[in-house]
């Protein structure tokens, strides 16, 4: 299920947090000493005064000017801002009187910090002049979904109802996104269309938010009834919320620019650089490079703005992994060296390297270019959670062991330590092979290495010893050695134990994947019989029930086809959201519910809100969306309810078109909801085809996309029967997202 839907409109009347308009300042007031604040502390940092000096600085400047503290200081803002509110010169006093208006709001605006206190100063100094009530902005998120980010002017209960918004948007949403230009509605919503407002007939604006070319969300600004947009509201309204969408984009796009990153980077004095992908390529490019990390590459600050390939050629493969890595799972990523092995056209390779996330588009790279014996000892510690250390200096030809290291030797302390290099008389001959092989490793392949070997200690016996160590690198040459010591004698007196466990652990995963099996079988056993053509009463039917991709993925799809008396037909499917246990048995809950629930004889409204009430109390408290039909073959009427699902898709003369339909509350959202109906007359020939998201969506594209195509395969297979239409729909699916999908036909014989 890919998200929950709105909710329906609030009661009538005026949707301020209070019910009344703020008392206190005027609009436009509230934020002007904030943004002369903020103004005084911009000439403070460029010009070097005290926050004093820079105060009087402003006044002055303004006199100088002619004009006021506050229209110098949104000047100042938006001159570091970078924004431009109008695109011409002021012909008429009352012109730029307006345009100075725009730059005070614009300027207060882009000095909040969140897109919620945003919205409120927008609404307040420069949308409220224009006669609007409300503003929600909504940021549009990578699955496709609105999430409402800001609003001012509204009730916090109605907040919560509209605080998602899916991807089977509303169809002004829908055009506003697709098209990028502002929807108007002055005389309400349209036939179908459902937004939050005081009451359908109240104008609207359906504003796109676009930064550098890409929608980032949605604006939407609410009158309290009918309104004629004239020139100047439809002029002023964009330049006024695309403010909003910068701060928007800014407040939940963490990968955004940060303009210290380079500063930071350049006043290191190790090398450093940031790496950035490409969103549509995923190609990594060098951003930029400190002079320690052009100094380390030979002079590659020339190759700031090229492809990592081009710029490393013999690391690009390690970086690009490593980066990856770090984009994946959000976590840092160390290697001891780059390129990982040793290679003689490498003379300066990258030591102790780090790479960290720094928002899904940049990756920051740290590293050394010559070894850090504390990094180090550090990672040897690691691979062993350490106990005696040691180092070899090769340059000076001496050793230093710690008392531990003289303890595991059985050793005096005032005996002189042993190289690791001259280690192999003490070693038993069973182990020489692959102590020869760490040596080999650190000193002539130069990377860190372990081994496990027995020891013949100067006092007798054999121990057991673990040996980690790591090369100490300065430019091309090896120059030391550093390492831990570890006495694991212990753990082999534990070995059975330990087998003995590891063959528990093997159990209980042999059993977590036979539950999953079962639980796939049930959901598989639990599919329902589609009843014969007979008692459908003149339909014919079809439906098929397709898992997800992985075996243990179960999932929460369920389709149904049942007679009931008097000859009306249920049509209906749904998708509880989330995979696993829980969903299966949710949708054999709802699925059994609804079954029951429709022998009652009510119509599909009723039936979809007594369905709400079940799902609130199904163990979990999962969510679902679902949609209920009934078919009545006395006139051939069709009438629905939706539940935040994707619309039905009805094949007529050979042309297929979705039905738009309101879009209702999900199952499990809210007690007490109330489902809307639609009704729909078929015609002999017609064909009814509802399904769910996995039939469709797609990870890299919108779900209109996956719609449009979903149209096109249908009219493909209009010539075809029920049962063939179904088979040929999940044979071509244009789904990728692994998820489950069920498909219902029906066809008016």
């Given at each position: 299920m890919s998200a929950a839907a709105p909710g329906p409109p609030g009661p009538e009347g005026d949707r301020g947090d209070s019910g009344?308009?703020?008392?206190?300042?005027?609009p436009g007031e509230l934020p002007r000493q904030h943004l002369t604040d903020v103004a005084t502390g911009v000439l403070a940092a460029q010009l070097g005064l005290p926050p004093v000096e820079a105060a009087e600085h402003l006044n002055r400047l303004a006199a100088a000017a002619g004009s006021s503290p506050e229209d110098l200081a949104a000047d100042i803002v938006n001159s570091v801002a970078g924004y431009i509110a109008v695109s011409a010169p002021p012909r008429t006093p009352a012109h730029r009187e307006e345009a100075r208006t725009l730059r005070q709001v614009a300027a207060a605006v882009e000095t909040e910090d969140s897109?919620?206190?945003?919205?409120?100063?927008?609404?307040?100094?420069?949308?409220?002049?224009?006669?609007?009530?409300?503003?929600?902005?909504?940021?549009?998120?990578?699955?496709?979904?609105?999430?409402?980010?800001?609003?001012?002017?509204?009730?916090?209960?109605?907040?919560?109802?509209?605080?998602?918004?899916?991807?089977?948007?509303?169809?002004?949403v829908r055009a506003a996104l697709s098209g990028g230009e502002p929807v108007w509605l002055p005389s309400g919503t349209r036939d179908g269309d459902t937004l939050p407002g005081p009451s359908p007939r109240a104008a609207r604006a359906v504003i796109p938010l676009r930064l550098r070319g890409q929608n980032t969300g949605l604006a939407l600004v609410v009158w309290p009834r009918e309104t004629d947009f004239d020139a100047r509201v439809r002029a002023a309204l964009p330049r006024l919320v695309e403010v909003a969408g910068r701060l928007l984009a800014a407040d939940a796009d963490p990968a955004a620019p940060v303009p210290a990153l380079d500063d930071l980077l350049d006043s290191l004095v190790h090398p450093g650089m940031t790496l950035r992908r490409d969103d549509a390529t995923g190609?990594?490019?060098?951003?930029?490079l400190n002079r320690p990390a052009a100094e380390a590459l030979s002079g590659a600050d020339r190759a700031a703005g090229e492809s990592v390939e081009a710029a490393l050629p013999l690391l690009h493969r390690d970086l690009t992994a490593m980066a990856r890595r770090a984009w994946h799972v959000s976590v840092p990523q160390r290697a001891a060296r780059l390129p990982a092995e040793h290679a003689r056209d490498v003379p300066d390779p990258m030591l102790d390297v780090r790479v960290l996330p720094a928002g899904p588009e940049r990756a920051v790279v740290l590293w050394h270019t010559d070894s850090d014996p504390r990094t180090a000892l550090r990672r040897a510690v690691a691979r062993l959670q350490g106990m005696a250390l040691f180092q070899d200096d090769l340059m000076s030809a001496t050793t230093a062991w710690t008392e531990e290291t003289y303890a595991i030797f059985g050793m005096a302390k005032d005996a002189a330590p042993v190289p690791l290099a001259e280690l192999g008389p003490l070693v038993h001959a069973d182990d020489a092979g692959a102590f020869g092989e760490l040596l080999g490793d650190v000193i002539d392949r130069r990377k860190g290495a372990s081994a496990v070997v027995r020891l013949i200690r100067r006092d007798g016996g054999p121990r057991h010893v673990r040996i980690a160590a790591e090369p100490l690198i300065s430019g091309?040459?090896?120059?030391?050695?550093?390492?831990?010591?570890?006495?694991v004698s212990a753990e082999y007196h534990a070995e059975v134990a330990l087998n003995a466990t590891f063959d528990q652990l093997t159990a209980v995963r042999a059993q977590a994947v036979l539950r999953h099996r079962l639980v796939l079988r049930l959901q598989q056993a639990i599919v329902p019989q589609m009843p014969s053509a007979g008692s459908l009463h003149g339909l014919s039917a079809a439906a098929r029930y397709r898992p997800a991709a992985a075996e243990y993925r179960v999932g929460g799809d369920w389709f149904d086809v049942l007679p009931l008396p008097g000859g009306r037909v249920l049509v209906a499917v749904g998708d509880?959201?989330?995979?696993?246990?829980d969903a299966a048995t949710g949708m054999v809950a709802l699925r059994n519910a609804l079954r029951g629930l429709a022998f009652t004889g009510h119509d599909p409204a009723r039936l979809m809100g007594w369905l709400n009430e079940v799902t609130l109390h199904v163990p979990g408290e999962p969510t679902a969306t679902a949609l209920c039909a009934l078919y009545d073959p006395a006139?051939?009427?069709?009438?629905?309810?939706?539940?935040?699902?994707?619309?039905?898709?009805?094949?007529?003369?050979?042309r297929a078109r979705l039905v738009e339909a309101?879009?209702?509350?999900?199952?499990g959202a809210a007690r007490g909801a109330a489902y809307r109906e639609r009704t729909l007359r078929l015609e002999p020939g017609d064909t009814l085809l509802l399904y769910t998201d996995g039939l469709v969506e797609r990870r890299t594209e919108g779900l209109d996309k996956g719609l449009e195509a979903l149209c096109r395969t249908v009219e493909t297979l209009r010539t075809t029967g029920v049962d063939a239409l179904v088979e040929g729909l999940l044979a071509r699916a244009t789904g990728d997202t692994d998820d489950d999908t069920s498909v219902v036909a029906i066809r008016v014989g």
């Open positions: 009344t308009p703020p008392s206190g300042p005027p897109a919620a206190r945003g919205a409120r100063t927008l609404l307040d100094g420069g949308l409220r002049p224009l006669g609007a009530q409300a503003l929600w902005l909504w940021r549009l998120t990578s699955t496709g979904c609105l999430e409402l980010a800001g609003h001012a002017g509204v009730s916090a209960l109605e907040a919560d109802q509209w605080r998602w918004i899916p991807p089977a948007t509303p169809p002004s190609a990594l490019t060098v951003e930029h091309p040459a090896l120059t030391g050695i550093t390492g831990v010591y570890q006495d509880v959201a989330g995979h696993g246990m006139g051939q009427v069709l009438r629905w309810a939706n539940a935040g699902h994707l619309p039905p898709l009805l094949l007529r003369d050979g309101p879009y209702d509350v999900l199952l």
